[in-house]
């Protein structure tokens, strides 16, 4: 007998012992640990070398990124209780791949939009250390496969970027945004909590595959239903679908461009990677509760996305960067489409979501890199301060409306309106008809606002007179300020790859056709 209970002992010691596969964690490890470094390294180097921080977090994220390659099959799964797919915490997996792709790529052009910021006013080992640790959670974020990892995966990616929205001390409009992120943001983060609180309680278990297998309707009762509703409240919060998009227009105006730009793109992955995990992954059984209420949220978020944009004016301060902030509650509205339709497909087209996402996140990028661009000569950032930026810089305004087509779907914008047919093919495929018709007549509303910005860009530009006094010096001299080498690197990569995409949009359909199956 004492055999038998010392057997059972180590057994159960074995399975506490969990084997780390670090080739498939490579990704998030790599981040954090070059993260953790910056941090350490800023105590020692002098002020006037700060720079080589922000070389260190480029490089850091390059190997990140590289460190991709040979989780190319997205097979891997590691963190595992038994041999058994199903208890593992972390897998490795085409549809990882794809996000974490999406989630470094943009942390990239953030932190290559971002070393001139640090040189004159942020902190730079605060900021490479908080965008760093802020971008390895959201890479851990998608491979998450219990309910556990997904929480700290989602607060790993959100508690640092409350600190970048705030960073620039002394900034009234700064500090007013971060708070409002971060009250919000711990507002839906509690909802979330005790959503997973009720499902645990209902299951039993916190391995989201596990969950699936219980998730049987009619064995599940209201305690379930109501853990899967709040449970998705905060990851809707983080892609900004209405009604959890208030925070948007104040925070991006408020943070510094470069972060505006990082939220847009990797804070909206955070959120949509993590409702295709809750609902396609955890919760299929409950498709019926999840389906219909993302889709009437993805309807109602496309239309307050766009409605609210074109009521921005041309000459308010920061048109530019609020425009760009409803037209991302817009694009979360597309993103939204193909998981709502998940529940109503066999097909699972979650590949479409993806598309969108990796088409938005160049084109969006590329924009903001313009913006920030724009904003060495004109502070107040406003729509009509693009006035004529053909006539001072136009590379830079083509790039501009380049971009501005592409959100829009407008040739030579190839990958945009690609993006935009498979979305909306996901939704008549999943037979929501009315779905894609609120879609295409949001797509038309949208023409409107892109298409105007896209006319200021090549309209004659206006005398130096009252607008210049209102803005300063540097904008009375005609913008002619040179373009800092790391913003141009930005600039020409978002190009380049905006370009290539739309010459063979099947380079990121192909790549976006992942299976969580």
């Known amino acids: 007998m004492a055999a038998s209970d010392g057997a059972t002992s180590a057994a159960g010691v074995a399975s506490l012992v969990q084997n780390v596969d670090w080739v498939t964690i490579a990704p998030p490890t790599i981040t ?99 965008l760093l640790a802020s971008a390895a959670g959201a890479a851990l974020l998608p491979a998450s496969r219990d309910l556990a990892t997904l929480v700290v995966a989602l607060e790993v990616a959100s508690l640092p970027a409350f600190a970048l929205v705030g960073l620039r001390r002394g900034d009234r409009l700064s500090s007013e945004a971060a708070l409002k992120f971060f009250l919000s943001s711990v507002t839906a983060t509690a909802v979330t909590l005790l959503g997973v609180s009720f499902v645990y309680a209902s299951t039993g278990s916190l391995h989201l595959t596990q969950i699936a297998v219980a998730d049987v309707p009619g064995q599940l009762g209201t305690l379930a239903k109501a853990g899967v509703a709040l449970t998705l409240i905060g990851f809707a919060f983080k892609t900004a679908a209405v009604p959890f998009h208030f925070w948007v227009p104040e925070t991006y105006v408020g943070a510094p461009l470069p972060v505006a730009g990082y939220l847009s793109v990797v804070g909206k992955a955070v959120g949509f990677s993590g409702l295709v995990v809750i609902t396609v992954i955890g919760f299929p059984g409950y498709a019926n509760v999840w389906g219909p209420a993302l889709a009437v949220l993805a309807a109602v978020t496309m239309t307050a996305g766009n409605v609210a944009a074109l009521r921005q004016s041309a000459t308010r301060a920061w ?199």
């Open 32 to 130: 954090a640990a070059v993260a953790l470094l910056l941090l350490v390294a800023d105590l020692f180097v002098p002020e006037r070398r700060k720079g080589l921080l922000g070389v260190g977090a480029v490089v850091g994220l390059g190997l990140a990124l590289l460190s991709l390659v040979p989780l190319r099959a997205g097979d891997r799964s590691t963190f595992c209780l038994t041999t058994d797919a199903a208890t593992c915490s972390y897998t490795a997996d085409r549809f990882t791949l794809a996000i974490q792709l999406l989630v470094l790529g943009g942390a990239l052009l953030t932190a290559l939009l971002s070393i001139r910021e640090t040189r004159r006013k942020l902190p730079a080992g605060e900021f490479w250390f908080l």
């Open 319 to 517: 048109s530019a960067v609020r425009l760009l902030a409803w037209s991302s509650v817009a694009q979360a509205g597309y993103i939204l489409v193909p998981i709502a339709g998940a529940a109503y497909s066999s097909d699972h087209q979650i590949g479409s979501t993806v598309a969108y996402a990796l088409m938005y996140a160049v084109v969006n990028l590329g924009a903001f890199a313009v913006a920030a661009l724009v904003a060495r000569t004109h502070r107040l950032n406003r729509i009509s301060d693009y006035r004529g930026l053909y006539a001072t810089r136009p590379l830079t305004a083509l790039t501009m409306g380049f971009f501005l087509l592409c959100l829009a779907g407008l040739p030579p914008g190839i990958i945009g309106l690609f993006a935009k047919v498979t979305v909306f093919s996901s939704a008549v495929d999943a037979g929501l008809g009315w779905l894609a018709v609120v879609m295409a007549v949001n797509v038309v509303i949208a023409l409107y606002y892109y298409l105007r910005w896209t006319a200021v860009l090549f309209r004659s530009p206006e005398g130096a007179g009252e607008g210049a006094a209102e803005s300063g010096p540097a904008e009375a001299a005609g913008g002619a300020l040179a373009v800092p080498r790391s913003l141009a690197a930005a600039l020409a990569l978002t190009a380049v790859a905006g370009v290539v995409l739309s010459g063979y949009p099947q380079l990121v359909l192909r790549f976006a056709a992942v299976d969580l199956f």
